[in-house]
């Protein structure tokens, strides 16, 4: 399967511990995002890398949220001390900028975080 | 910055009627505009896009949507519903120029009654 995988799909914690969820994109894709969905809603832009670089983080990303693509294949999300507020579904997708870029996002599976 | 408001959070339709879903945006550029299906505990897939060109554009399992610049609208269409239709679609925007970051909106939750 040459998709993204999200790992893992499902994460039950207690308030206050860490977490951290690793995406793996489409090997040839150079740009990563990360989406967060609540019951019910629309998903919410993170923050998106382009290769290794960071280029935008959302308001919504606060100090606790933790983002990084260190050798521009694989991303890890980290959530410190976690409130139930954390409580989502964490989606990855992946991109490729270039001639043929048509502006269209392939989206892994998620990973659902309980927050207890 | 940009917007998307879909019109109507749950539609049900019967079997064999048309389905029409319901997308309206704002961008300050001229946007690119998704439609994506989600099935229960499956990722986000893209039905179809518009990015330049034919403002009527065609997807999978038969869905289309037509790109109405005067309107700000986006609207999903389906001639006749299937039970397997049943599922949360997302209308999405994305500045032409702002490195793809997609804005999505709310979400429609479509029924298929039989």
């Known amino acids: 399967d040459t998709g993204v995988s999200q790992d893992p799909r499902h994460k039950i914690t207690k308030r206050g511990q860490n977490v951290t969820f690793r995406c793996d994109p489409i090997s040839e894709h150079n740009r990563l995002y990360w989406y967060r969905q609540t019951l019910g809603q629309g998903p919410e832009f993170l923050t998106y890398f382009q290769n290794e670089a960071q280029l935008e983080k959302s308001r919504l990303l606060s100090d606790r949220f933790s983002a990084e693509r260190p050798k521009g294949s694989f991303s890890t999300l980290e959530i410190q001390r976690t409130e139930q507020g954390d409580s989502a579904m964490y989606l990855c997708?992946?991109?490729?900028?270039?001639?043929?870029?048509?502006?269209?996002?392939?989206f892994g599976e998620g990973s659902r975080l309980t927050v207890l | 910055a940009q917007s998307v408001t879909q019109l109507g959070s749950h539609v049900s339709v019967s079997e064999g009627a048309l389905v029409l879903l319901r997308c309206n945006y704002s961008?300050?550029?001229?946007?690119?505009l998704f439609w994506y299906v989600q099935y229960p505990n499956q990722g986000l897939q893209l039905l179809l896009k518009?990015?330049?060109?034919?403002?009527l554009v065609k997807g999978i399992n038969g869905f289309e949507a037509e790109f109405k610049k005067s309107e700000t609208s986006f609207h999903l269409t389906k001639p006749s519903a299937h039970m397997s239709d049943a599922a949360e679609y997302f209308c999405?925007?994305?500045?032409?120029?702002?490195?793809?970051?997609?804005?999505f909106g709310g979400g429609t939750r479509l029924m298929v009654k039989p």
């Open positions: 999405a925007v994305s500045e032409s120029n702002a490195g793809n970051m997609l804005t």
């Open positions: 997708a992946s991109s490729y900028s270039g001639g043929a870029d048509t502006g269209e996002l392939f």
């Open positions: 961008s300050s550029v001229p946007p690119y």
């Open positions: 518009y990015t330049t060109g034919a403002t």
